[in-house]
């Protein structure tokens, strides 16, 4: 019973290509984020979602477009894909309802993007 | 001055030992702190959250905050090579709401 799956799990693809990475969890969370890890390892938050609703946008570029059509699932598409780009980008779920609620979150395994 | 701070090692203690972990982090608000540990090529998960001041222990594990220092560590007493991963400190800041600010880890080694 996987918690929070990604697909794929690795994307290799050409600069200037557009890919999206699909996310769902099964754990009845209400909220949902991606993340980006570079290759020193630095976790930085892209984007929230509570109940569908975009609550965080870290100042991504618009070429990064998330979409959740409904609570268990969000996903995220790239246009015009960069070098800089490539990276893991990792999904993660929580309970959180409010923004007072700080819960755990849960990760997805990742999806290992390399743009050539 | 980056929000979450941590010394990214690498942290090399034998087997048995105690492995300290530090993290600093700038938002004297922030209510929320955990400690995720990262294996390599797998995704972080969560070892412990702390939300008062002083000491919270879980097994070998203790995490210590410290708002006034704006100070979070943790402790791994009785280290094993298992132990053996990356460490990320994650702060929820006091006007985050659904965001998490997580430190850069530190990469621990445990020798056998």
Known sequence: ?116 | QKEVEQNSGPLSVPEGAIASLNCTYSDRGSQSFFWYRQYSGKSPELIMFIYSNGDKEDGRFTAQLNKASQYVSLLIRDSQPSDSATYLCAVIPFTGGFKTIFGAGTRLFVKA
């Open chain 1, 1 to 116: 019973d996987t918690a929070v799956s990604q697909t794929p799990k690795y994307l290799v693809t050409q600069m200037g290509n557009d890919k999206s990475i699909k996310c769902e969890q099964n754990l009845g969370h209400d909220t949902m984020y991606w993340y980006k890890q570079d290759s020193k390892k630095f976790l930085k938050i892209m984007f929230s979602y509570n109940n569908k609703e975009l609550i965080i946008n870290e100042t991504v570029p618009n070429r990064f477009s998330p979409k959740s059509p409904d609570k268990a699932h969000l996903n995220l598409h790239i246009n015009s894909l960069e070098l800089g780009d490539s990276a893991v980008y990792f999904c993660a779920s929580s309970k959180a309802v409010s923004d007072t609620v700080h819960d755990e979150q849960f990760f997805g395994p990742g999806t290992r993007l390399t743009v050539l």
